[in-house]
């Protein structure tokens, strides 16, 4: 069972609501941007071992999965879930501005014409259907499967936690956005197999990079708040 901490005073509640709002801000943010910059597409030659063809969307994307980390460490489970519903509905508001954006004429002397407009976002909103879809289901599973190491090994091996619920909840988010995508034509289906292959692998490397920044944020979160060893801060909201 998680500790509830309950000796945190008015004053070291405050901050640490405003932690988890600014916490919550940079995740939206990541998350949001990551839909609409998706159709870019790069490659990257790591080290002559592997080369990389991944979308620009997938830079951002990691960050999420490191905030829900740190949020439900932290803050537990229910603040963790609440952030990725919170995000869900950033990006289905999104959807609808681009979309507003995307009708309204554009005037003659526009320096982002219609047409360049709908090339750039056109396939916005399939894209982050797919992604929400996928982004909803790993979100979920992510923050389920890291619960359930915190309480087997008692709030102890932090990194393994972190990895086993990343790993396998960044592989369902891949390989379902790309099913959906390939599905509505957004990608070809000779391509499925080395995007999914390419943009696992990538994130696995930026989860096993992450995890050293995943100890700082939680280390510094119990220094401040004086947290004992899988304790959480429960916010009355």
């Known amino acids: 069972m998680n500790q509830i901490s ?8 405050q901050l640490a609501y405003r932690i988890y709002f600014t916490l919550g801000a940079l995740f939206i943010c990541a998350l949001v941007v990551s839909n609409l910059i998706f159709q870019k597409f ?4 790591f080290f002559g071992i592997y080369t990389f063809e991944i979308s620009v969307g997938i830079l951002p994307y990691p ?38 954006a995307k009708v309204v004429p554009a005037t003659s002397w526009s320096p982002v014409n219609d047409s360049l407009f709908t090339t750039v976002f056109g396939a916005t909103a399939l894209a982050v259907f797919a992604s929400m879809m996928a982004y909803l289901l790993a979100q979920y ?10 309480r087997v090994t ?25 099913l959906l995508l390939c599905a509505f034509g957004l990608i070809e289906w000779n391509l499925f197999g080395g995007l999914l292959l390419g943009g696992f692998l990538f994130k696995i490397l930026v989860a096993a990079f992450d995890t050293p920044f995943l100890y700082l944020g939680v280390w510094l979160f119990k220094k401040r708040f004086n947290l004992e060893e899988g304790e959480e801060i429960k916010l009355p909201v």
């Not at 309950?6 to 509640?13: F, G, Q, T, V, Y």
């Not at 829900?68 to 963790?80: H, L, M, N, P, Q």
């Not at 599973?141 to 915190?150: A, E, G, L, R, S």
Request: net charge positive.
């Open 6 to 13: 309950s000796h945190l005073n008015s004053k070291d509640l």
């Open 42 to 45: 790069f490659s990257w030659d």
């Open 63 to 100: 960050i999420t999965f490191l905030i829900t980390d740190i949020v439900s460490e932290i803050y537990g489970r229910k603040k963790a879930n609440q952030m990725v519903t919170a995000g869900i509905f950033a990006s289905l508001f999104s959807l609808l501005i681009v979309y507003v």
């Open 141 to 150: 599973v992510d923050i389920h499967i890291y619960h359930f190491w915190k």
């Open 154 to 178: 008692k709030g102890k091996h932090l990194w393994l936690r972190n990895n086993f619920s990343t790993f396998l909840s960044q592989f369902i988010d891949t390989a379902s956005v790309l």
